[in-house]
C-alpha cells in the first residue's frame, strides 16, 4: 500500500511562518547593516554625483518657479505698458480725428464765404452791366432831323465844325439792312464835297450838320431823303445806313 497522508494541521502553518518571519527579519537586518557601511563610506567620500544630482534636481523646481513668478510679472507690466500705448494711440487718434473734422469744418466755412463773396461779386457786376447796357443804350439812341434822318455819334471829334458851302472830305460805308454786318454798297476813305450845296443826296447834307472833324457819326437815311424809290443795291425805297468819319473841312 501507498504512503500514509501527513495530516497538515494549524500548528504546521504557524511554525511555518515564525521560521519565514525570522528568516525575513535576517535578511533584513543584513541589508541594513549593508546600508549603514555604504552611508559611512559615502559620508567619508563627499556626497556622491547622484545626491548632488538629486540636490540639484530637488533644487530646479524653486528656481523654475521664481523664474516662472519673474515671467508672469513681465508679462503683467508688458500687457499694463501696451494697454497704456493703446490708450494714448487711441487718443492721439481721436485728437486727430477732431483736428481733421474741425479743420475740414474750417474749410467749408472758408468756401462757403468765398461762393457768397463770388455770388455778391457776380450779382453787383451784373447789376453794373445792366446799368451800362442802359446806359450805353440811351447813349445809342439815335436822334432824329430833318425828313426822318437820324443819327448817332460813335465819337465827337475836336476839331473844326462843318458849316454850309465849305469843302469837306470824309470817309464812309454805305450798308443796307444795318451798320454792322449788312451788305455793303458802296465805301470810300477820302470822299470831298461842298456841304448843302445837292451835290450828294439830301440826308448826308442834313446828317453831317453840327460834326467836327475826327468825329465818327452812323446815319439812317430814309427814302425821302436819298435815292427815293430807286434801288442802288438794298432794294427799292430802302433805308440807308452810313458810317461816316469827317477827315476835313476846309477853312
Known amino acids: 500500500m501507498g504512503r500514509r497522508r501527513r495530516h ?10 515564525m521560521e519565514w518571519l525570522k528568516k525575513r527579519q535576517k535578511k533584513s537586518t543584513s541589508q541594513d547593516d549593508d546600508g549603514d557601511r555604504e552611508d559611512s563610506n559615502r559620508s567619508k567620500e563627499g556626497p556622491s554625483k547622484h545626491q548632488a544630482d538629486n540636490g540639484a ?21 508688458e500687457r499694463q505698458r501696451l494697454k497704456k500705448q493703446l490708450k ?7 485728437k486727430a480725428e477732431a483736428a481733421k473734422q474741425a479743420d475740414l469744418a474750417r474749410q467749408n466755412k472758408e468756401k462757403e464765404k468765398l461762393q457768397l463773396k463770388k455770388i455778391q461779386k457776380d450779382q453787383v ?44 472830305r470824309v470817309a464812309y460805308t454805305l450798308r443796307a439792312k444795318n451798320h454792322t454786318n449788312g451788305k455793303i454798297i458802296d465805301a470810300s476813305k477820302n470822299f470831298g464835297f461842298r456841304l448843302g450845296k445837292g451835290e450828294v443826296i439830301e440826308g448826308y447834307d442834313i446828317g453831317l450838320e453840327g460834326m ?11 427814302k425821302q431823303a436819298g435815292y427815293q424809290n ?22
Do not use: M, T, W
Open 8 to 17: 497538515h494541521s494549524d500548528d504546521d502553518d504557524d511554525a511555518l511562518e
Open 57 to 77: 534636481s530637488h533644487n530646479i523646481p524653486k528656481e523654475s518657479s521664481k523664474k516662472d513668478v519673474s515671467n508672469n510679472d513681465s508679462d503683467k507690466i
Open 88 to 94: 494714448k494711440q487711441r487718443q492721439k487718434e481721436k
Open 125 to 168: 457786376a451784373k447789376k453794373n452791366e445792366k446799368k451800362k447796357f442802359n446806359d450805353s443804350k440811351k447813349g445809342n439812341e439815335f436822334k432824329s432831323l430833318r425828313k426822318g434822318v437820324k443819327f448817332l455819334d460813335l465819337k465827337v471829334g475836336n476839331g473844326p465844325v462843318v458849316q454850309h458851302r465849305k469843302k469837306i
Open 212 to 222: 467836327r472833324v475826327g468825329g465818327i457819326r452812323r446815319l439812317i437815311v430814309p
Open 230 to 251: 430807286d434801288d442802288i443795291g438794298a432794294g427799292r425805297g430802302a433805308d440807308l445806313y452810313f458810317e461816316i468819319e469827317l477827315l476835313y473841312v476846309a477853312p
